[in-house]
């Protein structure tokens, strides 16, 4: 059966010039990629700036991801992001990375993310609520909608605040500037003109940084001060991850998070936490849009296994099995982070090469999980090769080799001991969202009109996701 082929930035024949991937880059990390980026194990690029070897063969990949003191965190994504995120643990290496994780750690456990489901579905009715007051076949931009939702399920289950239309959008244009801006000012670095990043550029990114961080900052600050005062807790916010973060100490000092730390870490898990789920469930959509038989299936599942969650709760979610399969083929197809920069510690071989210390070394979840040789029609919506018996990988790999590929090429949390924090989270309220989606609106594409994918901090559509919204009855 034929399946959607989603539309993506069509690969040059060949690698293009240095002075090209220039002024393609600035625009979209995807402009700079060729047809061969889709088939190597192993490439290489060097620039006035930096030495870039980028890895796609799977056992490349763990070497480079299993090994976080061997291959840090980059220097120029964290001078990229610090501004907005901090030291937290998305820009942070070593003891201090490894300190903040384990403080992070029972925040994110099994138990307590099953125990903020109910402030997931809070949010989750009230875009109900909003998709519902669209007319009838109305069109509707599901990019804003999606991020309005998962930024209010992040303030709900962090802050223990929900988030409203005006502010929603607040946050949206201000991410929407800072992700724009990201990679005009990281590029010139990369062919060694540094100097030549506008001063007017630097300026609008801080500001949105500062406008989004001074948001969280009035939410966090009375609670922070309540604790260190040894005051009353607030009951209504006794379960949220804030909570959890001011209570927990480092087993050999004794101390907590301070606050400009516990600014950076919340600010870490809002904009990673929300801006991402909003990306994945946004080309979701889209891709629902385009294959009425997926949908009409997750509309059945949802109908079915939603009532359920008002007696069973959090045990329900295991049987939002499409809607787990369809978010998790959405994350192959456009994971949100699709460029993974590390940073060699010192010199070491890979294949035929020698990295240099200091090199920069790119995982790239964007290429991998479209791997010419690693996935069988690696370009198709097939939500069903989660499920299927038989292997859904190229051939002429036997089963078991193919299975082995599947766990190996597949990483749009990451892998290894960086992997995303919040990644269990992400699971529950993706399948969440989609199954209320699913039961209550059924959506259809804008006749003409095709998202753009473009990479920066997150691949996003650059034209926006527009589609027709038509109400379902919810039985």
Not at 179 to 206: C, E, T, Y
Not at 227 to 252: C, F, M, N, Q, Y
Not at 400 to 419: D, K, T, V, W
Not at 446 to 452: H, K, L, Q, S
């Amino acid at each position: 059966m034929s399946r959607f082929c989603p539309h993506y930035p069509r690969p040059a024949a060949r690698r293009p010039s240095v002075w090209a991937m220039f002024f393609s880059k600035r625009r979209s990390w995807l402009d700079g990629l060729y047809e061969r980026s889709y088939r190597m194990k192993m490439g290489e690029v060097h620039l006035p700036g930096v030495d870039l070897y980028m890895v796609s063969e799977p056992a490349l990949v763990h070497q480079v991801m299993d090994h976080a003191d061997a291959f840090p965190k980059h220097e120029m994504l964290g001078e990229a992001l610090r501004p907005l995120l901090g030291d937290s643990i998305f820009t942070t290496n070593g003891e201090v990375w490894q300190r903040q994780r384990t403080l992070m750690n029972p925040s994110f456990e099994g138990a307590r993310v099953r125990k903020v489901l109910g402030r997931m579905r809070a949010a989750g009715d009230a875009m109900v609520q909003r998709l519902h007051a669209v007319p009838p076949g109305g069109v509707h931009d599901v990019e804003m909608e999606m991020t309005h939702v998962a930024a209010d399920i992040i303030l709900r289950t962090i802050l223990s605040q929900s988030l409203d239309s005006e502010g929603a959008q607040r946050i949206f244009a201000a991410f929407a500037r800072y992700q724009a801006l990201a990679p005009r000012l990281m590029m010139p670095a990369f062919f060694g003109l540094r100097w030549l990043r506008p001063w007017w550029q630097i300026r609008r990114s801080r500001s949105a940084a500062r406008e989004i961080r001074s948001l969280l900052e009035v939410y966090i600050r009375p609670r922070y001060e309540a604790a260190r005062a040894g005051g009353p807790a607030d009951e209504t916010a006794e379960d949220d991850i804030l909570a959890s973060l001011l209570r927990v100490r480092d087993e050999a000092t004794g101390e907590g998070f301070g606050f400009d730390e516990l600014v950076d870490q919340v600010a870490m898990l809002f904009l990673a936490g929300h801006e991402t789920s909003a990306s994945a469930l946004s080309w979701a959509l889209h891709l629902l849009a385009h294959d009425p038989q997926v949908q009409e299936r997750l509309h059945e599942e949802a109908c079915r296994v939603l009532p359920g969650l008002d007696t069973e709760g959090a045990n329900a979610i295991k049987d939002l099995t499409l809607a787990r399969d369809v978010f998790r083929e959405t994350l192959r197809l456009f994971p949100p982070v699709g460029f993974l920069a590390r940073q060699s510690a010192q010199a070491c071989p890979m294949r035929d090469k020698t990295v240099p210390a200091g090199g920069s070394v790119v995982v790239s979840p964007w290429l991998i999980q479209r791997h010419r040789d690693l996935w069988a029609r690696p370009d198709e919506f097939d939500p069903d090769r989660y499920s299927r018996d038989q292997p859904s990988m190229a051939e002429p790999l036997d089963e078991p080799a193919a299975r082995e590929s599947l766990r190996q090429a597949y990483l749009p949390f990451g892998m290894g001991p960086r992997i995303c924090i919040g990644a269990a989270f992400a699971l529950q309220e993706a399948a969440l969202i989609l199954a209320l989606v699913a039961r209550h609106v059924r959506v259809e594409p804008v006749p003409g009109e095709a998202p753009e994918p473009v990479g920066r901090l997150t691949i996003r559509a650059e034209n926006g996701i527009r589609l027709k919204i038509f109400p379902r009855e919810a039985g």
